[in-house]
């Protein structure tokens, strides 16, 4: 197999971010672990021993390491979602914790650390020779073990385990959703070149993601889709995707699958990179769209992931009159489709607790979907308004949101922006 050389040092085979979880009488076979979910675990109401930073764990006859992000204010008794982040082939637990190989901090956990707002707990394991094997099923039984320790200690919603991983880092991401398909929730695998960390079981469904570049041995990540739009009862298709030399990305969500199990698709004009933008070649972890379409596609799944329920909070008014905020925004346009990229920054003196970003459409474009808001209507006069992850924007603090629509021939970027009905600049 070809190996190329990517922004996460030496980039080759697969590996994908790893989900698994297993309670205290949890064994290692997927009927064990069906029958082992619960609302919340062992370490709930309890004071946490974990700290954040690198931990080990006896795993197999061997120490293994790996690196914890517990939520800032983290509550006991809060049932927390747990993202597993598998590092690629020559990487390390850090790179994927501190994101530096890319942009520190904006690209931590796969970029996804920034938009949970201290909502997620993240877990970024250390692989053997830095990457994922899996040689006699060991790093599943690792994960097995990581789950173990860390769900008697913290407290997680059994219901809310993901993983997410690039090349090598895919493929063990690939591994857990077939051996461990009752354990997690949804799997993200970005570039896998192929079951490199294996495939034991592979027939039930899982919630299931694949981003892959179409320069980038794209026949391989098709193949490891269609495995689960066959388990998840989805209609077969030929999913579109962007043309080479459009510096694009397309995503589709599969029809007819079975309730609870969604198989999405986004392929991008690229090759073997982790944080594609369009436009433009190469990673940019600033920029890149792929940290919003995982994080949405985790997030969509219900459970107690938040904390207990309170009235919505109403939007507050942005202080200082006109040009309270900042709107930067990028589009990518081709043929009849376009993304919309938008940077929203708090320019006012005080913090927004809830936000709605109000802006008409340019005459003829037409939202499909989106990332990081909830956009309605699809045409017009659009509101964008915050989800539960990021709803507070302190002075100074920007997010990032965007869109993909389609439109009859005018791709033009909205010519206004009201941030709660305060003017925005553009840019």
């Avoid at 990179?273 to 890149?288: K, L, N, V, Y």
Wanted: charged residues 10%; aromatic residues 10%.
């Amino acid at each position: 197999m070809s190996v190329r050389t990517s922004f996460f040092t030496a980039i080759a085979l697969a590996a994908v971010l790893v989900l698994t979880t297993i309670p205290a009488v949890l064994s290692s076979s997927a009927s064990a672990a069906s029958s082992a979910l619960l609302a919340s675990t062992a370490g709930c109401g309890k004071a946490p021993t974990l700290v954040n930073g690198t931990n080990t764990i006896q795993s197999g006859g061997k120490t293994r390491s790996y690196i914890v992000r517990i939520p800032d204010n983290y509550d006991r008794n809060r049932a927390y979602r747990i993202v597993f982040g598998f590092h690629w082939w020559g990487g390390t637990a850090t790179d994927v914790a501190t994101g530096q190989t890319v942009q520190r901090d904006v690209w931590s956990y796969y970029g996804l650390l920034r938009l949970s707002n201290n909502s997620t707990i993240f877990v970024a394991p250390q692989g053997i020779g830095n990457g994922w094997a899996n040689s006699g099923g060991e790093d599943l039984v690792f994960v097995d073990d990581m789950l173990r320790r860390i769900e008697s200690d913290l407290c997680v919603e059994t219901t809310q385990r993901f993983a997410v991983g690039f090349s090598y880092g895919g493929a063990m991401s690939f591994a857990l959703a077939c051996a461990r398909p009752n354990i997690f929730r949804a799997v993200a695998v970005q570039s896998s070149p192929g079951t490199l960390s294996g495939c034991s079981g592979g027939t039930q469904p899982v919630a299931y993601l694949g981003v892959h570049g179409i320069g980038d041995n794209i026949a391989s990540g098709r193949s490891l889709r269609n495995r689960f739009v066959t388990n998840n009862g989805c209609t077969a298709q030929n999913p579109p995707e962007p043309s080479a030399g459009s510096l694009t990305h397309r995503v589709t969500t599969y029809s007819g699958c079975r309730s609870g199990y969604p198989v999405v698709w986004a392929a991008f004009d690229g090759g073997h990179i982790a944080a594609p933008q369009d436009g433009a070649g190469g990673d940019s972890g600033s920029r890149t769209w792929v940290p919003g379409v995982v994080w949405n596609f985790f997030t969509q799944f219900s459970g107690p992931t938040e904390p207990p329920a309170s009235p919505s909070p109403t939007p507050s008014p942005s202080p200082g009159g006109s040009s309270a905020c900042r709107v930067t925004a990028t589009v990518n346009a081709w043929n009849n489709g376009l993304t919309e990229n938008l940077t929203i920054t708090n320019t006012g003196n005080a913090g927004v607790n809830g936000w709605s970003l109000v802006f008409t459409l340019p005459g003829g474009q037409s939202i499909t979907g989106g990332w990081n808001a909830t956009y309605s209507p699809s045409s017009g006069q659009v509101t964008a308004r915050n989800v539960n992850y990021n709803g507070s924007l302190p002075p100074g603090a920007s997010i990032d949101i965007g869109f993909q629509a389609n439109h009859t021939g005018n791709a033009a970027k909205p010519a206004a922006f009201t941030l709660n009905g305060a003017n925005c600049t553009i840019v």
